[in-house]
């Protein structure tokens, strides 16, 4: 129970209720020694270290004051009561003021003891501590203008009863409405942003029966879009014995994650590097399960870090990158070694799973106010910026700035992105290392793909679905297929959306299948950047580290139509030929566009000319530290354009909804739709940006519609499968299976005709 802060902040307010109480009964000279002994009780009964406070500093000076005012004036003081208590208000008034302009909440001072130090940067906390304070602040102004008007207006035994009672009631009011709001607040908010977490949506999905006698266009799911999430849900599914459908209005599956060659040079459209590749990780963890570790065997990446004063090779290992950066940064030594114990904690905190393929969010009240206690470092970084997290370990030091700026591998802005995130980041980069595909992340979707025809399914390019087939309304709406472009139709009533559900409305979805709500939700959310991909080929290898994040010593400025962008960190990734013993490599240099940027390249002969002016500067800054540039034999461009036209997200935004403080997690759609039997995956949808979270979002789907629990430790959720295994034997000796899922195995699923089961 949150008692202890609370009961110690109502006990530091007493002496200010005791004041007015005492002196109705002109007992004021008591009244103020009494305050005086509560305020400096409140000192040792507050834990060493948050001895002083604002409120108990200003209640002490004030105090005190009015004790020796009672000694020197006696008797008279009777007539100053409600001089007295105007200058008590007027002393907290200068306090709440003195608090807003040094940004010091004055009950968080108390509050904080209710709470693990972790859960300080909770914005529902300390939004919860910010109402108490303007419900305090109100009560203080109201307390000075009432005894003023009392002061001036009224003489004798009036002013001194009406000034007691308007303080008294005042103090009253706000001890009585403390609790309620420090208590019930945080809860109400606690409550909402669990709700809106992996179980939102309360629709109980299918469990999928595989091996169903099917028609020919029939399936158990259809997915739209062949991005990674998409594949990754589409994979599991065919491995479980599902009949999938895979609708790409592209020519390829894979959507970024593909890999396009040139006469042997390998050419990256988009990721050139995986994070939780390693033993423990998601993307690891869904190759393991599909049972494809020698078909796709990872390398691990050697990178390096430069910003035109230094050029560092890193990848080596934790320690070995430890002792670079601290023989380069001197100064910043101590703060690293910090920052990457932190680290250290922060992944163990992260894999604290039992399955590393479920979902990291806290599914209920309960699991949310334990990660305070058992994942102090998780809770800590959940809701700061990646910046705010390095100044604390590196303040002010330059190695922070570029530490910083790897958020934009993820297409981050350090200053916005959130430090959970950049953690995942830096402890992949720093401890477990960085991966890629031995054979490329074409080979990567295409065997995927190929897992979903040898199960029977289909994956079919070249061909966008245009409708989500959808029967009934209301809460009683289903899907019950696809229609294509090349007018075809599918029948399946599970559809899973791979695609910028922005897009999917009103297009494939009907907004009223989705509700207002949603809709709203997803306005307020701002797209991620696209990218501007240059490939350099050359005829002779490159000295450098296979990725290098280089960052100019001074931001270039290219104007984008109306507009700026600003070329301030450039991803540099190098692959050899694959062809045998042919000599050269292929150079790929990414930088991030902004979405206001994006309509410069809307049309094509400007798009182009922009295009070629980015691919100049880029060289320029790449030459300042690997003049063997202008040696390059040939040169691609990839513009927004391009990779709008090349996958299913908007305007080629690359990682989704932009990856903010504010617009993470569960401000972002989850994987089940309001629509029920309706899924989100990819990089729009909860756990989506860069390549890990995008196959996390395919593979909570999966997992779901397999009857599985992909919530990871979520206290008091069970599938229909779970709660089949432990209902009551009957007398048969068997088990009673649950109603939902006798309702699931013994009747058809909503919206299927007799053609199904």
Request: charged fraction near 20%.
């Amino acid at each position: 129970m949150r008692r202890k802060g609370l009961l110690r902040f109502i006990l530091a307010c007493i002496p200010w209720l005791v004041l007015p109480v005492l002196a109705y009964f002109e007992w004021v000279k008591w009244g103020a020694l009494a305050g005086l002994a509560l305020v400096l009780l409140m000192f040792p009964l507050m834990p060493r270290g948050r001895r002083w406070g604002i409120l108990q500093a200003f209640s002490m000076l004030f105090f005190l004051v009015a004790s020796a005012a009672a000694f020197v004036l006696g008797e008279d003081i009777v007539t100053r009561i409600p001089n007295l208590l105007a200058g008590g208000f007027a002393c907290l008034t200068i306090m709440a003021g003195y608090g807003a302009l040094e940004g010091i909440l004055f009950p968080a001072h108390y509050l904080y003891l209710d709470y693990p130090d972790t859960m300080r940067e909770s914005p529902i906390l300390r939004r919860a501590i910010w109402v108490l304070t303007l419900v305090w602040d109100g009560l203080f102004l109201a307390g000075l203008a009432a005894n003023i008007v009392v002061m001036l207006a009224l003489r004798g035994d009036t002013s001194i009863s009406v000034a007691s009672i308007i303080s008294g009631g005042i103090i009253a009011a706000g001890l009585a409405v403390t609790p309620a709001l420090a208590v019930i607040l945080p809860r109400r908010m606690e409550s909402g942003l669990v709700e809106k977490g992996p179980l939102a949506v309360r629709w109980e999905p299918p469990v999928m029966v595989p091996g169903r006698d099917l028609r020919g266009n029939e399936f158990d799911v259809a997915v739209v879009g062949a991005g990674i999430g998409s594949l990754a849900c589409a994979s599991l599914l065919s491995r479980g014995g599902m009949r999938v459908l895979v609708a790409e209005k592209a020519r390829l599956a894979g959507g970024y994650c593909q890999t396009y060659n040139w006469e042997g040079f390998p050419l990256n459209s988009g990721p050139t590097m995986l994070t939780g590749g390693a033993e423990g990780g998601i993307l690891h963890g869904l190759i393991a399960r599909l049972g494809l570790e020698a078909e796709i065997p990872m390398r691990r990446l050697e990178w390096g870090i430069a910003d035109g004063r230094i050029a560092l090779r890193l990848g080596g290992g934790s320690d070995e990158d430890l002792d670079k950066l601290g023989k380069k940064f001197p100064a910043c030594r101590d703060g690293l070694l910090r920052l990457f114990n932190d680290l250290r904690r922060f992944r163990g905190e992260f894999r604290d799973r039992p399955d590393p393929l479920t979902s990291p969010l806290p599914s209920s009240l309960e699991e949310y106010h334990e990660q305070f206690v058992r994942h102090p470092v998780s809770a800590l970084w959940q809701n700061l910026s990646f910046r705010d997290m390095l100044e604390e370990y590196l303040p002010g030091d330059p190695l922070a700035t570029m530490l910083a700026k790897t958020a934009s591998l993820l297409g981050g802005d350090p200053d916005r992105f959130p430090a959970y995130e950049g953690a995942r980041l830096l402890s992949a980069l720093f401890i477990d290392g960085v991966y890629y595909p031995r054979r490329h992340f074409s080979h990567l979707s295409q065997r995927l793909a190929g897992l979903v025809r040898e199960a029977g399914g289909e994956v079919l390019t070249s061909c966008a679905a245009e409708e989500v087939l959808v029967k009934g309304e209301g809460a009683h709406a289903v899907p019950i297929g696809l229609r294509l472009s090349d007018g075809a139709q599918v029948r399946s009533s599970v559809v899973v959306l791979g695609t910028d559900p922005r897009r999917a409305v009103p297009g494939l979805v009907q907004p009223r299948h989705l509700g207002s709500e949603m809709l709203k939700e997803m306005q307020r959310l701002r797209a991620s950047d696209s990218a501007f991909v240059l490939h350099l080929i050359f005829q002779e290898d490159l000295r450098i580290p296979e990725r290098v994040f280089y960052f100019p010593p001074k931001a270039r400025r290219v104007r984008t139509g109306e507009t700026y962008m600003a070329i301030d960190s450039i991803l540099l990734a190098k692959e050899p030929c694959t062809v045998k013993d042919k000599p050269g490599c292929v150079l790929m240099a990414r930088v991030n566009v902004p979405s206001h940027c994006y309509h410069a390249f809307d049309d094509e002969s400007r798009g182009a000319e922009l295009g070629s002016e980015l691919a100049v500067v880029i060289k320029e800054e790449i030459a300042a530290i690997l003049p063997a540039v202008r040696k390059a034999v040939r040169e691609f461009v990839t513009t927004p354009t391009h990779f709008s036209r090349l996958t299913s997200n908007g305007q080629g935004c690359a990682f989704g909804f932009a990856p903010l403080v504010t617009q993470w997690y569960y401000r972002r759609p989850g994987p089940r739709l309001p629509l029920a039997n309706l899924y989100l995956v990819g990089a729009w949808s909860r756990f989506g940006g860069g390549v890990e979270g995008a196959v996390l979002s395919g593979v909570v789907a999966a997992r779901e519609l397999c009857g599985e629990n992909p919530y990871g430790g979520a206290l008091g959720v069970s599938t229909p499968v779970e709660r089949a295994e432990t209902a009551e034997p009957d007398g048969d000796g068997g088990k009673k299976a649950s109603r939902g899922l006798r309702l699931r195995r013994g009747k058809k699923p909503r919206g299927e005709d007799d053609g199904g089961e």
